[in-house]
């Protein structure tokens, strides 16, 4: 089927839970879109949804909010993934990724049916591994299918910092990089406070930065997912704002520089998988993958991190 027109600032979502409806919510805050089409199986959840977002229009800059099909992927710059299956009881972590695999294998063709100069975005866990399955069945150009990848790991860790330096995070400049999850990977080596390297504004800082601290940041990072998930069940707030920026940098053709998932083709010596490294983003999508100066043992985390997700993608059949 041949694609209409793209509509410059039309976004669709597939998914209209938390992380889907609130991803809407922040988009039309920020007037980001001109019209928003949500997709769900649930079509009671999905009524809700849009008629809950429609009654908060007189708010907001002007859009068009709507309970769509696979048609409105037709006209769509963007289409955004947030469906996915729950895990079950007793349900091993790849008999979860299997079921969210078969789900992703009904959803992207139907998408590429519609529409193949769209830029994909996935935000399903696991992000990385359903990315690099996005772009497999879709057989779009790598450019054209990212994954939201660590841009929130970067945000939560330039919070803390930012926390403990008592500074803006505005000013800190700090990249997770490699896989979303568990062997993620800081890079220290990089991070600076308004140009400063970090290492050199902890001598000025007056606070213990030690290895210690910078250990117990870390690991705040990479837990903070499961902190949240404990106190209140899931996580959708910063999710949907992450989510809703990268959006921007592609509707606005912004050239802006995050850290997002995607396709590896030799950086750091790592091939054919996805994992994230700061990108040049702009309405062609991903433009550009940025190698960072890293250190021998960042380099080495994240060869481990790109590693340990091949691994995964083997075991499932990619």
Not at 119 to 136: A, F, R, S, W
Not at 201 to 210: A, F, R, S, V
Not at 251 to 280: A, I, K, T, W
């Amino acid at each position: 089927m041949a694609s209409k027109k793209l509509i410059a600032d039309k976004v669709t979502i597939i998914g209209a839970g938390l992380v889907g409806s609130t991803t809407a919510y922040a988009l039309m805050n920020a007037g980001a879109a001109s019209e928003i089409a949500l997709i769900d199986l649930n079509e009671s959840r999905l009524m809700g949804e849009v008629m809950d977002l429609n009654h908060g229009i007189f708010f907001v800059p002007p859009v068009r909010i709507k309970a769509g099909t696979y048609d409105d992927c037709a006209d769509s710059s963007v289409v955004v993934i947030t469906a996915g299956v729950s895990q079950k009881p007793g349900e091993t972590r790849i008999d979860l990724l299997k079921r969210n695999v078969n789900v992703f294998k009904a959803i992207v063709p139907k998408i590429v049916e519609h529409n193949k100069e769209c830029t994909i975005l996935v935000v399903t866990n696991p992000v990385d591994i359903l990315t690099y399955v996005t772009l497999k069945i879709s057989g779009l150009p790598s450019n054209r299918v990212i994954g939201s990848g660590t841009l929130l790991d970067s945000a939560r860790f330039r919070f803390l910092l930012s926390e403990h330096c008592n500074i803006a995070s505005q000013n800190v400049h700090a990249y997770i990089i490699g896989e979303h999850g568990d062997t993620e990977v800081a890079a220290w080596s990089v991070s600076n406070i308004a140009g400063i390297p970090f290492e050199d504004y902890c001598l000025n800082c007056g606070k213990d930065c030690g290895n210690t601290n910078k250990e117990r940041i870390f690991e705040e990072v990479k837990n903070a997912a499961y902190k949240i998930i404990e106190g209140k069940g899931s996580t959708y707030y910063a999710v949907g704002l992450a989510v809703r920026r990268i959006i921007e940098a592609i509707l606005r053709d912004e050239n802006v520089v995050l850290p997002v998932s995607s396709l590896m083709q030799g950086h750091y010596g790592v091939f054919d998988v996805c994992v994230s490294l700061p990108s040049l983003i702009n309405s062609d999508g991903l433009v550009k993958i940025l190698e960072l100066p890293l250190n021998d043992s960042e380099r080495e985390g994240f060869k481990h991190s790109a590693a340990t997700l091949r691994d995964i993608l083997t075991e499932i059949g990619f």
